[in-house]
């Protein structure tokens, strides 16, 4: 029994998802079926309701990034992997520590990130997503500019 919580839901929504795939792909011929043809458009509207619940599901759970969902390669369950799963000890501090790190470091980034595109927004008339070049091609094109400037002046001097 799973307890029903943002977890619990998304293992069962999961799991349901995965018993539907191994029975879809199981009978042959599916497609071929005027039945099938006929209720295509609903079966796909459902799939993708569903979907979209699992992708709320999943955001949430990685925002958090306490729990990880593994699935069972000859079966339809999965294995959950957390630090709340080791024993109380040095061991399960510490990877709570790094947790807490590492949720720390991701509301930063994401800080930042929702900073950066505002700022984007507000000082240029058109919506800047990236920079032409990446930022290392740029440090480059930097460092050859000063070793052809600084060749140029011991050549020249």
Known sequence: MVRHTQLGGELILRTEMRIIKAEYYSIEGIQEWDVYKKHLPSIVAHLAAIDAALKRYKAHRIERGLHYLVPMVNSISFCILSPLNDPPGPRREEA???W????????????AGLLAVNQAEVTSPRKVTSWPLPF??????????????LSFMIIFM
């Not at 807490?100 to 800080?111: F, P, S």
């Not at 290392?136 to 400037?149: D, E, G, K, N, Q």
């Open 96 to 98: 709570f520590k790094k």
């Open 136 to 149: 290392c091609t740029m440090w480059y094109f930097t460092y050859l500019a000063s070793v052809t400037v």
């Open 100 to 111: 807490r790190l590492q949720r720390r470091r991701r509301k930063a980034v994401a800080a």
